[in-house]
């Protein structure tokens, strides 16, 4: 397998970003595992492996140290810290409901890669081109008010 199969270890997401682009242009098959969203994601037409659905007592093995056989799990738990969901609570609201289309999002930051792009430019133009996204986050006063603002 050591022939066909090389285990690349990049050391920086710009490297794995150079890594993976530049197998792709050859037509060279790669297989890698990526966060999301991203910019790659946005560029090239990949296909992605699906991975079996969240375990939670798989989860309960990897959160405790001290157990030997630790089962994997595909999903990670994501919280705000308690502080910030207690100071912030109108946040925490406006959090629960923000829901990115990921196939937009990475086209979103694809072209921001492509065009060297500040974020917040990118930012702007997606809040533009895309109200009914962020819309359905905010309640209609708020999202009236952001939208005259832009």
Not at 80 to 91: K, N
Not at 110 to 117: C, I, L, Q
Request: hydrophobic letters at 40%.
């Amino acid at each position: 397998m050591t022939d066909s199969f090389v285990n690349f270890r990049t050391g920086s997401g710009a490297a794995l970003d150079a890594e993976v682009a530049s197998a792709i242009r050859r037509g060279k098959p790669v297989l890698f595992y990526y966060w999301s969203p991203t910019p790659l994601l946005g560029k090239y037409k990949l296909i992605k492996l699906e991975e079996p659905a969240f375990d939670a007592e798989a989860w309960k093995t990897l959160t405790d140290a001290s157990n030997p056989n630790p089962r994997g799990t595909s999903s990670l738990a994501a919280k705000l810290s308690i502080g910030v969901s207690a100071e912030y609570p109108e946040l925490v609201s406006v959090f629960k409901n923000v829901d990115f289309p990921i196939d937009l999002l990475n086209r979103t930051l694809g072209e921001m890669s492509d065009k060297h792009e500040d974020p917040g430019v990118a930012a702007a133009r997606f809040l533009k081109q895309h109200p009914e996204v962020w819309k359905a986050w905010l309640p209609a006063d708020v999202a009236a008010k952001v939208s005259h603002s832009l």
